[in-house]
């Protein structure tokens, strides 16, 4: 039963701290996605990437957000320092696209739910 | 920019009647419109999709209707169930293949 896999699943932590957070995509999908989950903004799109390379952080703060990945079994989240209103779920998705117009299904992980005190 | 417009916020519904949920976009550059089903505590699950070449597409009791000229679509739960109780989701994919979520419906059926 293939699934993406995200760890921590909670973490707490105090503000200015550097928090990261990994994600294990399934094995074979080509496209990770990293996504922010709010009660007021909803799901955001922070970052995705293709075979690897980034295609995509426009919606990352990137002063202090950065993601990437290391090699295909492993793609990372790390915010520095962290800050109160970072809190909320990060989930890490991935999916195997074939090419322009492919359907395709995201699988989400479970996410971590971070909290910044 | 929110390209995506979602409605209601939260619907209650009886066991056994229709859920709709409707969603409305802003541009025609998507070519593939899923829904989402999330649980608490879980990551968001593909429940349906549909792409724009088609009005209408069923899957049990799961049915998405699609409106290109009005560039709208919903979701349609017939006979919902108490396990149907989660939050739904409509996204939009763009050329690039990212998502891009509407704002979420939390449903509640009664029993």
């Known amino acids: 039963d293939a699934r993406v896999t995200q760890t921590p699943r909670h973490k707490v932590t105090e503000m200015g701290q550097e928090v990261t957070m990994r994600c294990q995509p399934i094995l074979g999908h080509n496209t990770v996605f990293w996504y922010r989950q709010t009660m007021m903004q909803g799901l955001e799109l922070l970052a995705y990437?293709?075979?690897?390379?980034?295609?995509?952080d426009s919606g990352m703060p990137k002063d202090r957000f950065s993601a990437e990945m290391p090699d295909a079994t492993l793609a990372t989240l790390k915010i520095q320092p962290s800050e109160p209103r970072d809190s909320a779920v990060y989930f890490c998705?991935?999916?195997?696209?074939?090419?322009?117009?492919?359907?395709?299904?995201?699988?989400f992980g479970p996410g971590t739910r971070l909290t910044v005190t | 920019q929110q390209q995506v417009k979602q409605s209601p916020q939260s619907l209650i519904v009886q066991k056994g009647g229709i859920s709709i949920i409707n969603c409305a976009y802003e541009n025609t550059a998507f070519d593939y419109f899923p829904w989402y089903q999330q649980f608490p505590g879980k990551g968001p699950a593909l429940l349906i999709a549909i792409r724009p070449d088609v009005s209408e597409k069923k899957e049990g009791r799961f049915t998405i209707s699609f409106n290109k000229s009005a560039k709208q679509f919903s979701l349609h739960i017939m006979d919902s169930q108490p396990g149907d109780s989660a939050t739904y989701f409509c996204a939009l994919i763009t050329g690039r293949r990212a998502l891009t979520f509407g704002s979420g419906t939390r449903l509640q059926v009664q029993p």
């Open positions: 998705a991935s999916g195997l696209v074939l090419g322009q117009g492919d359907i395709y299904e995201q699988y």
């Open positions: 990437f293709r075979n690897r390379a980034p295609l995509d």
